[in-house]
Antibody
Framework: EQLVESGGGLVQPGGSLRLSCAAS????????MHWVRQPTGKGLEWVSG???????FYPGSLKGRFSIFRENAKNSLYLQMNSLRAGDTAVYYC?????????????WGQGTMVTVSS | SYELTQPPSVSVSPGQTANITCSGN??????VCWYQQKPGQSPVLVIY???KRPSGIPERFSGSNSGNTATLTISGTQAVDEADYYC?????????FGGGTRLTVL
């Protein structure tokens, strides 16, 4: 059971970036999935989640700029990030939510670094 | 996001019990989970649904949740337990993490 993120990099303020997360070793389509970010030296922040049926949800602070979606046929999760700001600089992790587990994430990827800077 | 408060740091001697708290409004009405994160590594789930341990997590890790406070307890703390610990809970469909607690094993 593994998650591998990709797509991070350096982007200018106001730019866009799409992150990908490839799942393997489990039935991806039946799990809710999430993105969590962590600025260097700081704590974790939940970024977005998507249900097994494809219903997305976001914190109010990020709604409108970030968009989460999934392609179950490709065992893949994505995060489209627009209008990026310096404050979005962080390691971005994808994570699997335990089924009927009270919202806990049992599998995490290794993370992909996003740097927003001119 | 749902606001959760943790102490920035906790220190414990090897073999002693460490208690890390997490506070939030009516937290006892929600499920809390806990993650351990070591430098340069991804978080690892150590407790979910307040007190359940995932497979592979040592029995010395336990959890409780009541009122406005959840507690992660590490009994017989070992040097290998030195790490950052984060609590997490959900309010409606909004997730929140505590700010994290650095556990130092002196």
């Amino acid at each position: 059971e593994q998650l591998v993120e990709s797509g991070g990099g350096l982007v200018q303020p106001g730019g866009s970036l799409r992150l990908s997360c490839a799942a393997s070793g489990f039935t991806f389509s039946i799990y809710d999935m999430h993105w969590v970010r962590q600025p260097t030296g700081k704590g974790l922040e939940w970024v977005s989640g998507i249900g097994a049926a494809g219903d997305p949800f976001y914190p109010g602070s990020l709604k409108g700029r970030f968009s989460i979606f999934r392609e179950n046929a490709k065992n893949s999760l994505y995060l489209q990030m627009n209008s990026l700001r310096a404050g979005d600089t962080a390691v971005y992790y994808c994570a699997r939510e335990i089924r009927n587990g009270g919202g806990a994430f049992d599998i995490w990827g290794q993370g992909t670094m996003v740097t927003v800077s001119s | 996001s749902y606001e959760l408060t943790q102490p920035p740091s906790v220190s414990v001697s090897p073999g002693q019990t460490a208690n890390i708290t997490c506070s939030g409004n009516n937290l006892g009405d929600k499920y809390v989970c806990w993650y351990q994160q070591k430098p340069g590594q991804s978080p690892v789930l150590v407790i979910y649904q307040d007190k359940k341990r995932p497979s592979g997590i040592p029995e010395r890790f336990s959890g409780s949740n009541s009122g406005n406070t959840a507690t992660l307890t590490i009994s017989g703390t070992q040097a290998v337990d030195e790490a950052d610990y984060y609590c997490q809970a959900w309010d409606s469909s909004t997730g929140g993490f505590g700010g994290g607690t650095r556990l130092t094993v002196l």
